[in-house]
């Protein structure tokens, strides 16, 4: 692990560049989808959410189907849990791999306490590189929110329900707005619902989007047509 003073100055760094990218770069959900941009709100630096965890892997890696804002399916395969103390807690977190193209990069999606109020409601990211020895610097100070947190034109797949932490996580990014910021996964599907009919959704009310499994990046995937 990085000093806690280098720690912090890479973070405060990472964070600007991240910034630099969402307000110009033309991959940006907010350059692609024509969104202004105002900048990405965090939680101050925080070591004690920097903890050391240890990936018990799955006997045979399995697959996994996430839901997503539009009511669709994340084809994920799901690899193990990471174990780990946070708030006097032992804690655990299934960890995903996302499928070709992410190489050994792999996908934590995770909810806790803060959720649908300081924090995005369907919930967060983090992504961790394998190797060997399956012990990670599990830092949730570089927690993030997937791209549906700002635009409806990316699908993204939402933390099951084991993810969901008992506790407050008060690291890593907020909600970006308040007015994008639907207290639960549930409430995003059927706000897009609400969208896509002109009307409420009531209980007996009818997925909205096509039950095609898609891999999805650890961001979202951009649907190829609305």
């Given at each position: 692990m990085a000093a806690g003073g280098e720690w912090e100055r890479d973070l405060v760094e990472e964070r600007r560049m991240k910034d630099e990218f969402m307000a110009r770069h033309p991959e940006s959900p907010f350059v692609a989808g024509r969104v202004p941009f105002h900048d990405l709100r965090y939680f101050p630096p925080d070591a004690s959410y920097r903890v050391r965890?240890?990936?018990?892997?799955?006997?045979?890696?399995?697959?996994?189907?996430?839901?997503?804002?539009?009511?669709?399916?994340?084809?994920?395969?799901?690899?193990?849990?990471?174990?780990?103390?946070?708030?006097?807690r032992s804690l655990k977190l299934g960890v995903y791999h996302a499928g070709e193209g992410v190489g050994t990069s792999v996908f934590v999606p995770f909810r806790d306490r803060t959720s649908g109020d300081e924090s995005y409601g369907p919930g967060r990211y983090l992504t961790l590189e394998l190797n060997e020895s399956d012990e990670y610097d599990l830092d949730f100070n570089r927690a993030f929110n997937p791209y549906c947190a700002y635009t409806d034109d990316y699908e993204c797949g939402f933390p099951p329900?084991?993810?969901?932490?008992?506790?407050?996580?008060?690291?890593?990014?907020?909600?970006?707005?308040?007015?994008?910021?639907?207290?639960?996964?549930?409430?995003?599907?059927?706000?897009?619902?609400?969208?896509?009919?002109?009307?409420?959704?009531?209980?007996?009310?009818?997925?909205?989007?096509?039950?095609?499994?898609?891999?999805?990046?650890?961001?979202?995937t951009k649907p190829k047509s609305r």
């Open positions: 965890a240890t990936l018990v892997r799955a006997a045979i890696p399995e697959e996994a189907y996430l839901r997503t804002n539009r009511d669709g399916q994340a084809v994920m395969r799901y690899l193990g849990q990471l174990s780990f103390s946070l708030a006097g329900a084991e993810n969901d932490l008992p506790v407050p996580v008060r690291a890593g990014e907020k909600a970006w707005a308040a007015d994008r910021n639907p207290r639960t996964p549930s409430s995003v599907v059927l706000e897009q619902v609400r969208k896509a009919t002109g009307r409420p959704a009531g209980r007996g009310a009818k997925r909205s989007a096509g039950k095609t499994a898609r891999r999805a990046k650890a961001s979202g």
